[in-house]
């Protein structure tokens, strides 16, 4: 894991570089996570292209990029909103009143993440499938960089042999990147309740993602389970791997 500066953005880092099984290690520039690329300047653009990527794979509602400007580069967009169409009001009630009945967020990621993994399995596919289907390296992101592309992020790691503690302090990083954004985010809400759920919520703790990916491979036995019934096919398997991890390994 490298922790990339692109100008304009919080929380960029290339997946390479983490211990995959068997000697292997995880290959650097063939995937790249980030928070809301659209918040690049021009120098963070040029950053980005220095890499040689080729598609973006951006993980938001529409309704979350209205008004942005398009891409300081010439390079591909694949729009995979992993969290349905759009807002659903009733559910993020339901996910508000869980979080306000937990004391410990990661009791909170733990349930949530896990029931956007189900709920939505099949777009979690699609986005999966978009990055082993790119004929180069991969940004995908969505707003802060931490919730939706922290759990393909996962995925991705966990299918190429890196162990659930590892992939885990790699989204636990998130925190720290992104700490001061959380800070104006709170100080910017009127409303105490708001501000009590954002506080807990600025905290990404390792633990809750090594239970969101035991939960997963109890379900389905593994990650590659999961991403099948998700409707990856195993050639899309194989090479996502494969962008990932050498030959041999």
Request: include cysteine; charged fraction near 30%; hydrophobic fraction near 45%.
């Amino acid at each position: 894991m490298t922790s990339l500066v692109w100008e304009g953005c919080l929380n960029v880092r290339d997946l390479g570089g983490l211990p995959a099984g068997g000697g292997a290690v995880t290959r650097g520039g063939s995937v790249i996570r980030a928070d809301n690329v659209r918040r690049l300047t021009d120098s963070g653009w040029r950053a980005l292209a220095s890499h040689g990527v080729v598609r973006i794979v951006d993980l938001r509602w529409a309704t979350e990029k209205e008004g942005e400007p398009p891409p300081g580069v010439d390079i591909e967009v694949v729009d995979v909103p992993v969290l349905g169409d759009g807002f659903d009001e009733a559910y993020i009630r339901e996910l508000d009143e869980h979080l306000d009945g937990v004391d410990d967020v990661a009791d909170h990621y733990a349930w949530s993440y896990v029931d956007f993994l189900e709920r939505y399995r099949e777009r979690f596919g699609l986005a999966l499938a978009a990055i082993a289907d790119a004929e180069g390296p991969v940004v995908v992101h969505c707003v802060g960089g931490r919730d939706r592309t922290g759990l393909v992020s996962a995925l991705i790691l966990r299918l190429a042999g890196v162990e659930s503690e590892v992939v885990a302090a790699d989204y636990a990083a998130s925190e720290v990147n992104l700490a001061a954004r959380w800070e104006s985010w709170i100080a910017s809400e009127e409303d105490e309740v708001g501000r009590a759920r954002m506080r807990k919520l600025m905290h990404t703790p390792a633990e809750a993602m090594v239970a969101v990916l035991a939960e997963i491979e109890r379900r389905y036995g593994d990650v590659r389970g999961y991403l099948l019934a998700a409707g990856m096919t195993d050639a899309q398997l194989e090479r996502l791997r494969a962008r990932l991890v050498a030959s041999g390994h």
